[in-house]
């Protein structure tokens, strides 16, 4: 069953989509393809993130802007996230909720991400910033194609 996205005047979409050779930032691509492993193109420097369940990281752009207006310098991409979305509030969902993009992949999100050491190097004060607005983890039920602009749904956990 889809949900209605709590206090949205439009509908949730996809506003960058990032990779990386590993570590942050990650650079702004017009499209990837996403499997089970996670986005193409897209690695990882630390073991602990290769894995099915952490497969994609999102987060919501509203909360790059509240960081943006705090001081820190980030931005799509710069804190190492895969998604960047507007009007989802990834933060107010729970693990299992299922993301899915219109003509493209679904994902589950697996756990809020925590704070890393390699935000360090964005700001000293980010890591601790970041606590409960870090965005998301999701792994992979649907392969497809992800893009900016692309809409979003909820299916929440039943």
Do not use: W
């Amino acid at each position: 069953m889809n949900s209605d996205l709590p206090n949205s005047e439009t509908p949730a979409e996809v506003v960058a989509v990032c990779v990386s050779g590993g570590g942050v930032p990650k650079t702004l691509v017009s499209a990837a393809e996403v499997s089970t492993n996670g986005l193409a193109d897209d690695g990882h420097d630390h073991k602990k993130h290769n894995r099915p369940d952490r497969a994609v990281s999102i987060q919501d752009l509203e909360l790059l802007k509240e960081l943006q207006a705090d001081g820190y310098p980030v931005g799509p991409g710069i804190m190492g996230e895969n998604l960047t979305v507007r009007g989802l509030h990834v933060q107010r969902l729970a693990p299992g909720d299922r993301i899915c993009f219109a003509d493209g992949p679904v994902l589950e999100l697996s756990e809020p991400r925590k704070p890393c050491f390699v935000l360090d190097k964005i700001h000293p004060a980010l890591k601790d910033a970041v606590v409960g607005r870090c965005g998301f983890l999701a792994s992979v039920v649907q392969t497809g194609r992800l893009f900016a602009g692309q809409r979003i749904s909820v299916v929440a956990k039943g």
